[in-house]
């Protein structure tokens, strides 16, 4: 129900794009969330956009590299990664959160929760 796409090998400084296309879902209006595992270390949370995309937020260390977007409810959302660095090397993920509003939404996915995942992509960043 998450088909997430994209990925693969790149030299730092250099830019990947990922996207997360969502169908069948039991539900409408969630907000979507990235995440990502590197080998040996637990899952960090890395991006979020709400439902409408007017909404987004970021980790702390992809602020100013990584966009997360969507250009309407119904089309995938995407995750352009620019100015890569080897230390972002790991298997990313989508997820998709329901909740009352963004806040809530905002919350679970902070907390590293999602209702539906997308499989894992892999991204590697060389130096």
């Known amino acids: 129900q998450l088909q997430a796409s994209g990925g693969g090998w790149v030299q730092a400084g250099g830019s990947l794009r990922l996207s997360c296309a969502a169908s069948?879902?039991?539900?409408?209006?969630?907000?979507t969330g990235w995440f990502r595992q590197a080998p040996g270390k637990e899952r960090d949370f890395v991006a979020a956009i709400s439902w409408g995309g007017g909404t987004t937020y970021y980790e702390d260390s992809v602020k100013g590299r990584f966009t997360i977007s969507r250009d309407n409810a119904e089309d995938p959302v995407y995750l352009q990664m620019n100015s890569l660095k080897p230390e972002d090397t790991a298997v990313y993920y989508c997820?998709?959160?329901?909740?009352?509003?963004?806040?809530?939404?905002?919350?679970?996915?902070?907390?590293?929760?999602?209702?539906?995942w997308g499989q894992g992509i892999q991204v590697t960043v060389s130096s």
């Open positions: 069948g879902l039991p539900f409408s209006s969630y907000a």
């Open positions: 997820t998709v959160v329901r909740g009352s509003d963004w806040y809530e939404q905002a919350a679970r996915l902070a907390a590293l929760e999602g209702d539906y």
